[in-house]
């Protein structure tokens, strides 16, 4: 059973403060990582993806991948209000066959309060 | 581009009804997705189609549930018996690219 792990929060943080999003995985051959943020009532949305270890960044979001300890966060600087989310961290598994398809963590809860 | 739509937005139906969902999926999109959720946890693969020809199904997948994608365009997910334990949403998904999805507003299926 391949794993993706994430901390169900809720991550409460001030406005203007650096949010950090942490997700581990079990599938040491897994090759590319996402972050989706999950409104309230709504579907999830695509934020960021990453597939070299390192950082990488766009505008407030920083997303960080750690093979070899099979660790993924996303940092959100500058935290606003509206980040107020579920931030799902998802994994591309090699299912049985030839396909591939993402495997979802349970997600984190952020809330950042004014 | 419309995006992925889904129908129907909502669903109520008596435990051992048969229900069925439609996904129309962005056009330029090869690949299909149908997933599961329920509160407080991420979306469940349920099962995955490129183009018409359905590669993945989960063990989550009974027989109960069977997808199609006919054409390769639209695609429908039957319950068939519905039990309570299927109350959830079920969302479809669309991707020309692997992981780079784009959700649908999801079916909520509430069986009583």
């Known amino acids: 059973q391949k794993e993706v792990e994430q901390n169900s929060g809720p991550l409460s943080v001030p406005e203007g403060a650096i949010a950090s999003l942490n997700c581990t995985y079990s599938d040491r051959g897994s090759q590319s990582f996402f972050w989706y943020r999950q409104y309230s009532g709504k579907s999830p949305e695509l934020i960021m993806f990453i597939y070299s270890n390192g950082d990488k960044e766009d505008g407030r979001f920083t997303a960080q991948l750690n093979k070899a300890s099979q660790y993924v966060s996303l940092l959100i600087r500058d935290s606003q209000p509206s980040d107020s989310a579920t931030y799902l961290c998802a994994v591309n598994n090699r299912y049985s066959n030839s396909g591939y398809a993402l495997n979802f963590g349970k997600g984190t809860s952020l809330l950042v309060t004014p | 581009d419309t995006g992925v739509s889904q129908d129907p937005r909502h669903k109520i139906t008596k435990r051992g009804q048969n229900v069925t969902f439609r996904c129309d999926p962005i056009?330029?999109?090869?690949?299909l997705y149908w997933y599961r959720q329920t509160l407080g946890q991420g979306p469940e693969f349920l099962t995955y189609?490129?183009?018409?020809?359905?590669?993945?199904k989960s063990r989550l997948l009974s027989d109960r549930f069977s997808a199609e994608r006919p054409k390769g365009s639209f695609s429908t997910l039957e319950i068939q018996r519905t039990e309570q334990g299927d109350s959830a949403m079920y969302l479809c998904a669309s991707s020309s690219d692997m992981g780079r999805y784009t959700f649908g507003s999801g079916t909520r299926l509430t069986v009583v």
């Open positions: 056009s330029e999109h090869n690949r």
């Open positions: 189609f490129q183009n018409e020809a359905q590669l993945e």
